[in-house]
């Protein structure tokens, strides 16, 4: 890409719904050396090193061993659990733990379960004790150790910062004869862990003085080991704070399932996701980037200057994860503190969940969908700040959308606009409010607006044939509102040469003027300007334009507008070619004229003919074929001597 593609990117990331990586830049991801700030462990069966074989297969014990290795001291005590297979406890077991450096509980229901650890016990393991371990300094020393001793080895498990351990007893004689550990090794079919994640990384922006952290969970897809659904167990501590938000990046077709436990924080979540116990109901996430880069410019995207944790770890069906309390949150003024978890915490949790705000660079609408309120019961009515401010609802939403500067909306900060959603619930005879404060992001983009009238009123997207129109350009930009330009505008058509409206702030082409737009505030920039889209004589209507503008920064375009908009052509030239209103209403009457003198005509012959026919008498003697030549020969009847007699 040369150097005039380069502007173009944030604007092609826009519309592929990515943030730009750009945003990350002086936020470099470092390890966290401190005392970190969450506690992340993640369920696996897939252990370091490890290996089976069926070389236990016809002695007299299965043999498990467990080395575990720690990257620093555990301040939680391990939990070992044998279980038996189907069947019960048929076969005599030994566990041998290497553990030196921590404190473990073994539990078994298994009686004649044998264990052999260098690990302090606690008084609540249920299994036999046999101290003695060998002098191994080697993995090969420790197995053929247990080789010797028990004549073959069941399974043999590497594990590094276990929080607790499940083994599965139960032999395989399909298996190896011999137990050769290998790299990575799946463990399933006997092993289960849960492993604490150290990995943790971190930054933040050299000049902030933010204190909105977020929290980063990236699960790492693994061909091997399919997963459709994430059991996330979240806690935060007891002062937790509403200005954390957590981000959780998976594949698009996986379930986040997430146990809330005191935590008031906003959650973006890729996929789809539900919270207990706050509600069963699935919402859906959103597409998230899948890179280190991309989760960190989302973060500052969503105004959270704080990358308090960063973690990427395998796939897993099980995470535990304890937010603790962050320096950047610890500076927090003491008060106002968050009230402790009440009736009134659910609204606040489920709306910062669901978010149901959006605003333009002069709008906020909220839409909120009743089902997703239905942990609330008995929502009466929802309003903003300024109570006046009243969302409507019908069966199955509640909808609000006003002017960006009304009903207590504040845009003091940079590019949000801030404001709460006052619930009001109806208990006993009495309503109930509750407030829950919010911020609604301000996207920093070029808005196109098409109006009808110089009101600049009502938008719409109906563009009329020879009739003013009338276009607003409008975008926040905090830094240097004043340096924005409206580079240029065109309007396209199918089959037709592009029409050059505006460049460089001027007019350009018949019927186009620059209007005087209202002034700047709040970093919002604003063009006007009218046209009239004519179309030569004789020419074809096309039923969709596109109007499309540029602006930017002097001699950089950095952002692009395109408006979709349908042709109506109300009114043509008088002398445009074919029939006019006149022609057609003069063919029209002149038809109608012959018509009424040809049936005039034909009424006449007719009226001057049937009747003499009518009047002439039947003899009663003549038979019927007689009767019926008469009536059919009018013409021989009428000169006849004998007629005319008669009639006389």
Same mark, same amino acid.
């Given at each position: 890409?040369?150097?005039?593609?380069?502007?173009?990117?944030?604007?092609?990331?826009?519309?592929?719904?990515?943030?730009?990586?750009?945003?990350?830049?002086?936020?470099?991801?470092?390890? +966290?050396?401190?005392?970190?700030?969450?506690?992340?462990?993640?369920?696996?069966?897939?252990?370091?090193?490890?290996? !089976?074989?069926?070389?236990?297969?016809?002695?007299? *014990?299965? !043999?498990?061993?467990?080395?575990?290795?720690?990257?620093?001291?555990?301040?939680?005590?391990?939990?070992?659990?044998?279980?038996?297979?189907?069947?019960?406890?048929?076969?005599?077991?030994? @566990?041998?733990?290497?553990?030196?450096?921590?404190?473990?509980?073994?539990?078994?229901?298994?009686?004649?379960?044998?264990?052999?650890?260098?690990?302090?016990?606690?008084?609540?393991?249920?299994?036999?004790?046999?101290?003695?371990?060998?002098?191994?300094?080697?993995?090969?020393?420790?197995?053929?150790?247990?080789?010797?001793?028990?004549?073959?080895?069941?399974?043999?498990?590497?594990?590094?910062?276990?929080?607790?351990?499940?083994?599965?007893?139960?032999?395989?004689?399909?298996?190896?004869?011999?137990?050769?550990?290998?790299?990575?090794?799946?463990?399933?079919?006997?092993?289960?862990?849960?492993?604490?994640?150290?990995?943790?990384?971190?930054?933040?922006?050299?000049?902030?003085?933010?204190?909105?952290?977020?929290?980063?969970?990236?699960?790492?897809?693994?061909?091997?080991?399919?997963?459709?659904?994430?059991?996330?167990?979240?806690?935060?501590?007891?002062?937790?704070?509403?200005?954390?938000?957590?981000?959780?990046?998976?594949?698009?077709?996986?379930?986040?399932?997430?146990?809330?436990?005191?935590?008031?924080?906003?959650?973006?979540?890729?996929?789809?996701?539900?919270?207990?116990?706050?509600?069963?109901?699935?919402?859906?996430?959103?597409?998230?980037?899948?890179?280190?880069?991309?989760? +960190?410019?989302?973060?500052?995207?969503?105004?959270?200057?704080?990358?308090?944790?960063?973690?990427?770890?395998?796939?897993?069906?099980?995470?535990?994860?304890?937010?603790?309390?962050?320096?950047?949150?610890?500076? !927090?003024?003491?008060?106002?503190?968050?009230?402790?978890?009440?009736?009134?915490?659910?609204?606040?949790?489920?709306?910062?969940?669901?978010?149901?705000?959006?605003?333009?660079?002069?709008?906020?609408?909220?839409?909120?969908?009743?089902?997703?309120?239905?942990?609330?019961?008995?929502?009466?009515?929802?309003?903003?700040?300024?109570?006046?401010?009243?969302?409507?609802?019908?069966?199955?939403?509640?909808?609000?959308?006003?002017?960006?500067?009304?009903?207590?909306?504040? @845009?003091?900060?940079?590019?949000?606009?801030?404001?709460?959603?006052? @619930?009001?619930?109806?208990?006993?005879?009495?309503?109930?409010?509750?407030? +829950?404060?919010?911020?609604?992001?301000?996207?920093?983009?070029?808005?196109?607006?098409?109006?009808?009238?110089?009101?600049?009123?009502?938008?719409?997207?109906?563009?009329?044939?020879?009739?003013?129109?009338?276009?607003?350009?409008?975008?926040?930009?905090?830094?240097?509102?004043?340096?924005?330009?409206?580079?240029?505008?065109?309007?396209?058509?199918?089959?037709?040469?592009?029409?050059?409206?505006?460049?460089?702030?001027?007019?350009?082409?018949?019927? +186009?003027?620059?209007?005087?737009?209202?002034?700047?505030? *709040?970093?919002?920039?604003?063009?006007?300007?009218?046209?009239?889209?004519?179309?030569?004589?004789?020419?074809?209507?096309?039923?969709?334009?596109?109007?499309?503008?540029?602006?930017?920064?002097?001699?950089?375009?950095?952002?692009?507008?395109?408006?979709? !908009?349908?042709?109506?052509?109300?009114?043509?030239?008088?002398?445009?070619?074919?029939?006019?209103?006149?022609?057609?209403?003069?063919?029209?009457?002149?038809?109608?004229?012959?018509?009424?003198?040809?049936?005039?005509?034909?009424?006449?012959?007719?009226? *001057?003919?049937?009747?003499?026919?009518?009047?002439?008498?039947?003899?009663?003697?003549?038979?019927?074929?007689?009767?019926?030549?008469?009536?059919?020969?009018?013409?021989?009847?009428?000169?006849?001597?004998?007629?005319?007699?008669?009639?006389?």
């Amino acid at each position: 890409m040369g150097p005039r593609a380069a502007p173009l990117l944030p604007l092609l990331l826009a519309l592929l719904g990515r943030p730009d990586p750009g945003r990350a830049e002086g936020c470099d991801l470092q390890p +966290v050396t401190a005392e970190p700030p969450i506690t992340l462990s993640y369920a696996t069966s897939t252990v370091p090193r490890g290996c !089976v074989s069926s070389g236990s297969v016809g002695t007299s *014990h299965e !043999v498990h061993i467990l080395s575990i290795e720690w990257s620093k001291a555990s301040a939680f005590p391990l939990k070992v659990s044998v279980t038996p297979r189907a069947g019960g406890c048929t076969r005599s077991a030994v @566990l041998v733990l290497l553990c030196a450096r921590c404190s473990a509980t073994v539990t078994s229901p298994c009686p004649d379960l044998l264990i052999r650890t260098d690990a302090r016990l606690s008084p609540g393991t249920t299994a036999a004790l046999d101290p003695e371990l060998p002098m191994a300094t080697s993995e090969g020393q420790l197995l053929a150790w247990a080789q010797d001793i028990y004549g073959g080895i069941t399974s043999y498990s590497e594990l590094r910062d276990p929080r607790w351990v499940q083994v599965r007893l139960g032999e395989d004689a399909s298996s190896p004869p011999e137990c050769i550990p290998q790299e990575r090794f799946d463990a399933m079919l006997h092993l289960e862990t849960e492993v604490f994640f150290h990995g943790v990384k971190g930054c933040s922006r050299g000049d902030t003085q933010s204190t909105r952290a977020a929290h980063i969970v990236r699960l790492q897809p693994e061909p091997s080991f399919p997963i459709t659904e994430v059991n996330l167990s979240l806690s935060c501590p007891e002062r937790a704070m509403s200005n954390q938000i957590l981000i959780l990046q998976s594949q698009a077709n996986l379930t986040w399932s997430l146990s809330v436990n005191n935590c008031h924080i906003q959650f973006l979540v890729s996929g789809s996701y539900k919270i207990a116990p706050i509600s069963s109901l699935l919402l859906p996430g959103e597409l998230l980037p899948d890179t280190e880069q991309g989760l +960190v410019a989302k973060a500052f995207e969503k105004n959270y200057s704080i990358i308090a944790s960063y973690s990427a770890i395998p796939a897993s069906t099980r995470i535990s994860l304890e937010i603790q309390e962050h320096e950047a949150v610890r500076r !927090v003024p003491a008060t106002p503190t968050p009230p402790a978890p009440t009736a009134n915490s659910l609204p606040h949790v489920l709306l910062l969940m669901l978010q149901p705000w959006k605003c333009t660079d002069e709008t906020m609408e909220i839409v909120i969908a009743r089902s997703h309120l239905e942990p609330i019961k008995d929502v009466v009515n929802i309003t903003l700040r300024d109570i006046s401010c009243q969302a409507e609802k019908n069966a199955t939403h509640f909808m609000l959308k006003t002017p960006l500067n009304h009903c207590g909306t504040s @845009l003091e900060g940079k590019g949000h606009a801030n404001n709460e959603l006052i @619930l009001n619930l109806a208990k006993g005879a009495a309503l109930q409010s509750v407030r +829950v404060a919010f911020q609604c992001k301000i996207p920093r983009e070029l808005f196109l607006r098409l109006f009808p009238t110089a009101a600049f009123e009502v938008p719409q997207t109906e563009l009329e044939v020879n009739k003013e129109a009338f276009v607003q350009a409008s975008m926040r930009w905090e830094d240097h509102p004043a340096d924005l330009q409206l580079k240029e505008c065109w309007l396209a058509a199918p089959g037709r040469e592009p029409v050059l409206l505006m460049q460089g702030g001027e007019a350009r082409g018949a019927g +186009v003027a620059v209007l005087e737009g209202p002034p700047s505030s *709040h970093g919002r920039k604003v063009w006007r300007f009218r046209f009239t889209y004519a179309i030569p004589e004789g020419g074809r209507v096309p039923f969709s334009a596109t109007l499309k503008c540029k602006a930017g920064l002097q001699n950089t375009t950095i952002f692009e507008k395109v408006l979709e !908009v349908t042709v109506k052509d109300s009114w043509r030239p008088p002398n445009n070619r074919g029939l006019g209103l006149a022609a057609v209403l003069g063919i029209t009457f002149g038809a109608f004229l012959i018509g009424a003198l040809l049936t005039a005509g034909l009424w006449y012959i007719y009226s *001057h003919t049937r009747p003499i026919t009518k009047l002439q008498p039947v003899s009663s003697t003549a038979p019927a074929s007689e009767s019926s030549s008469t009536n059919h020969s009018i013409g021989s009847t009428q000169s006849t001597p004998c007629s005319t007699s008669s009639m006389a």
